[in-house]
Nanobody, 127 residues
Framework: QVQLVESGGGLVQAGGSLRLSCTVSGLTFDDYAMGWFRQTPENEREGLSCIDWDGNSANYTDPVKGRFTISRDNAKNTLYLQMTGLKSEDTAMYYC????????????????????WGQGTQVTVSS
């Protein structure tokens, strides 16, 4: 059974930082590219970042580029998202996901290209 478990969310002031973690079990972690998404009740799930199976290449969408950093530790089956310079508009439920492929090619920001999802961790940024 595939399980992805996010942690590290919480309440933070604007300008602050958080590091999210996603621990994965039930699949061969280093076979898959991994991604981070977020969603608010008003919006569709938004792709933020994707990292290739070996951690050597990562992509970001414009809202988070330069502020968020994705990384992975394949020995620990864990994905990370370091978030800095947080803004109130970053408030959302954050999800990690495993892609169908090893690389973040094509429309990596698109949720349907990811096959396994965690339950999410809430990030709230107060202004």
């Amino acid at each position: 059974q595939v399980q992805l478990v996010e942690s590290g969310g919480g309440l933070v002031q604007a300008g602050g930082s958080l590091r999210l973690s996603c621990t994965v079990s039930g699949l061969t972690f280093d076979d898959y590219a991994m991604g981070w998404f977020r969603q608010t009740p008003e919006n569709e799930r938004e792709g933020l970042s994707c990292i290739d199976w070996d951690g050597n290449s990562a992509n970001y969408t414009d809202p988070v580029k330069g502020r968020f950093t994705i990384s992975r530790d394949n020995a620990k089956n864990t994905l990370y998202l370091q978030m800095t310079g947080l803004k109130s508009e970053d408030t959302a439920m954050y999800y990690c996901a495993a892609r169908s492929y090893s690389f973040c090619s094509g429309a990596w920001w698109s949720a349907p290209t990811f096959t396994s999802w965690g339950q999410g961790t809430q990030v709230t940024v107060s202004s």
